[in-house]
């Protein structure tokens, strides 16, 4: 088992100096920001894209450092209907389902997102209690943005060799084991394998985050995971 950190703490610091300090503390991975609601600090993201050596360069501060670079952050909220927020959002994501794939790390973290209540909606609206039809209509129309999104974020991810991590947290349309398995049984998970979901203690309040593994049975579904890169 491989402990970590999430870099968004050392912002502050440049990279060698953040991954000297999880040295420092012991741990060998890290989880680097590569967008979303946190811009970029620790990745070059475009040079990243562009150039092999650069690259090599990259990882190599990692090997130097004895930290491994178990995956990219780019939590965010990709359905947001802010003109100016959504579609960067989903932008990042996708570009860091790239980035991951030509370097060669096999996890992407992120949150489902969730989308406005109706086509004229200005701000996200997350319904969590369908006790009235209209909060269903709300909910519907929201998986019927959702599904397509997540589909091609799966095929993307397919394509480039990289697992995309949701993370199950309040205000995302994917917020709990029952809404995962909406996401999968509306085809937009597709690999098939052993799925690990961290339970957040925000989203459990009566509960300790802790991380349990389900099989794809229990789930009905296809993949997903909040691995561990040390959160």
């Given amino acids: 088992m491989k402990l970590g950190a999430y870099n968004a703490v050392l912002h502050d610091r440049s990279l060698p100096e953040a991954l000297k300090v999880l040295g420092d503390l012991g741990l060998t991975s890290a989880e680097i920001n590569s967008g979303g609601f946190l811009p970029p600090v620790h990745i070059p993201m475009a040079d990243l894209l562009a150039s092999a050596g650069a690259r090599e360069d990259y990882l190599g501060q990692f090997e130097q450092a004895g930290i491994t670079l178990t995956g990219l952050n ?3 909220n990709p359905l947001n209907p802010l003109p100016d927020i959504g579609p960067a959002h ?3 994501l996708h570009r860091s389902i790239e980035v991951a794939g030509l370097l060669g790390v096999t996890r992407v973290v992120t949150m489902s997102g969730v989308p406005g209540s109706d086509p004229g ?3 996200p609206s997350w319904v969590v209690n369908t006790w009235d039809s209209q909060y269903t209509d709300v909910q519907d129309y929201q998986w019927d943005l959702a599904i397509p999104f997540w589909k091609d974020v799966d095929a993307r991810a397919r394509d480039a060799g990289v697992k995309v991590c ?3 947290h309040p205000q995302n349309i994917v917020f709990n084991p029952p809404t995962l ?3 999968g049984q509306g085809g937009a998970i ?3 394998q052993t799925v690990d979901i961290q339970l957040i203690a925000v989203s459990y309040p ?7 593994q389900f099989t794809l049975q229990q789930l009905e579904l296809g993949i997903m995971a909040l691995p561990g890169a040390g959160k």
Avoid at 206 to 212: C, D, L, M, T, V
């Fill in 166 to 168: 949701i993370e199950m």
């Fill in 190 to 192: 597709s690999r098939r």
């Fill in 206 to 212: 009566r509960r300790e985050a802790k991380q349990e």
């Fill in 74 to 76: 780019c939590n965010g």
């Fill in 90 to 92: 989903a932008a990042d």
């Fill in 121 to 123: 909606a200005a701000y």
């Fill in 181 to 183: 398995r909406r996401l």
